[in-house]
């Protein structure tokens, strides 16, 4: 007949060598102890790495400003061009060739 | 005169915390007295060694980082169970996936527990951990500081966040399940 689990007691079914639990117990709390006591050491380290990361992006900022500035231009005279040189460019190449090979027997006489 | 000493004890305890030249003191005290009934109940939640350890440790360092905290409302050792409690349930909740409940451990949880059972432990002491896995993880938790802790249901309100009625409730259905488990495995 099954017991009632009351009779069962609280003994858990694993058991830990004698003193296991103790020296876990002080091992756990000298490892908490030295874990606050470097974080509070390892705080300024961290502001100083923030800082150095700020001033770095600062000074890229300010390299990408000012590289990006306009070059200072020469003033230039705009050039001119003549209606004749105008008229030579715009010919297409079979227009031009004809007028290469022009010949003085196509002009009528008047 | 129990509760007097238990109360200078605490008194002591926390005037030492309190102190940052005493601190250290007072905490290394503070873990002596309550420190193996805190790794037992983690323990009892997450059920492996390993996992017990890590869980302990992280106890301790919240209670450490918190102690300027902790404003004397409210027993100290419920203080303390509630931050064991608590990084427990974070530890079984990482093991979850995403959507997915602590309760779905159960199986991993008694294959854990069969795994570091000792081969003279008892079977029936297996088989009423067993019992305890298969219940949800609020009955469970209620469950093992009334009988194993033997705290009261106040405490236990305290520790959980939960109403008086409601752990008295879940103290009874957990029993009830139990004692079919125990029945239909036996």
């Known amino acids: ?32 102890l030295a874990h606050t006591s470097t ?15 700020i001033a770095l992006l600062l000074v890229m900022t300010g390299i990408w400003f000012f590289s990006s500035e306009d070059e200072p231009t020469i003033a230039v005279a705009p050039q001119t061009v003549s209606p004749l040189d105008q008229f030579l460019n715009e010919l297409s190449d079979e227009d031009a060739r004809q007028l290469t090979y022009y010949e003085l027997e196509e002009i009528p006489e008047y | 005169m129990k509760e007097m000493r238990i109360d200078n ?10 102190d940052p030249k005493r601190r250290d003191e007072g905490f290394r005290l503070l873990t002596k007295q309550y420190g193996e009934r805190l790794y037992w109940h983690i323990r009892r939640m997450v059920v492996g060694h390993d996992d017990a350890e890590d869980v302990l440790q992280e106890t301790f360092i919240k209670i450490l980082n918190h102690l300027s905290s902790y404003r004397g409302e409210g027993s100290l050792s419920a203080w303390l169970y509630r931050i064991a409690t608590n990084e427990a349930l974070h530890h079984l909740r990482r093991q979850t996936r995403i959507f997915q409940s602590i309760d779905s451990l159960a199986p991993a949880l008694v294959e854990k527990l069969e795994a570091e059972t000792a081969t003279d432990g008892k079977a029936v002491e297996l088989l009423f951990q067993k019992a305890l ?14 009988y194993y802790d033997e705290l009261s249901y106040a405490e236990i309100a305290e520790i959980s ?21 125990l029945k239909e495995h036996s």
Do not use: C
């Not at chain 1, 069962?8 to 020296?23: A, D």
């Not at chain 1, 974080?39 to 990361?53: E, N």
């Open chain 1, 1 to 32: 007949m099954m017991k009632d689990y009351k009779e069962i007691g609280k003994q858990m079914p694993f058991h830990e060598e004698e003193g296991y639990v103790e020296q876990l117990v002080e091992r756990t709390t000298e490892k908490a």
């Open chain 1, 39 to 53: 974080k509070g050491k390892t705080l300024p380290l961290r502001q100083w790495a923030a800082a150095a990361a």
């Open chain 2, 9 to 18: 004890e605490r008194n002591n305890v926390l005037e030492m915390v309190t």
């Open chain 2, 133 to 146: 896995l298969t219940l949800p993880t609020q009955q469970r938790l209620a469950f093992n500081l009334r």
């Open chain 2, 161 to 181: 966040g939960k109403s008086v009625n409601t752990l008295k409730t879940n103290y009874h259905y957990a029993t009830e399940k139990i004692k079919e488990y």
